[in-house]
């Protein structure tokens, strides 16, 4: 099995609706360690993950933000083979950066 780069560092501009940031490989355990987002203009984000099994639905925070506000998260979220994080957003150019790490399972 082919090991992954360890270090997972998404950026980029979100849309309005949800958005799959990250989602955890098969056989691979990840830690997400930090979500931010800024926008220029006010609006809403939710910030949710989806676990694969059992299947179910963990939502982190909603939140309302004023034009210009930064939302920094630094609580880690482990997720597992088939996990994904997914955020929702209202407005379109929503800037994100996340950071974490993801390991192969150990047999």
Do not use: H, W
Not at 1 to 21: C, E, K
Not at 41 to 70: M, Q
Request: aromatic share 10%; hydrophobic share 40%.
């Amino acid at each position: 099995m082919a090991t992954l780069n360890p270090d997972i560092s998404r950026q980029g501009t979100l849309n309005v609706g949800d958005t799959v940031l990250y989602v955890c490989p098969f056989r691979y355990v990840a830690n997400i360690s930090s979500i931010k987002v800024n926008c220029p203009v006010a609006y809403d984000i939710s910030v949710r993950i989806e676990r694969s099994i059992p299947s179910s639905v963990l939502t982190l925070y909603s939140f309302n933000l004023d034009a210009g506000d930064y939302m920094i998260d630094s609580n880690s979220y482990p997720l597992k083979t088939g996990d994904s994080v997914v955020i929702t957003t209202s407005a379109s150019n929503v800037a994100y950066f996340m950071v974490g790490t993801v390991y192969p399972i150990q047999q």
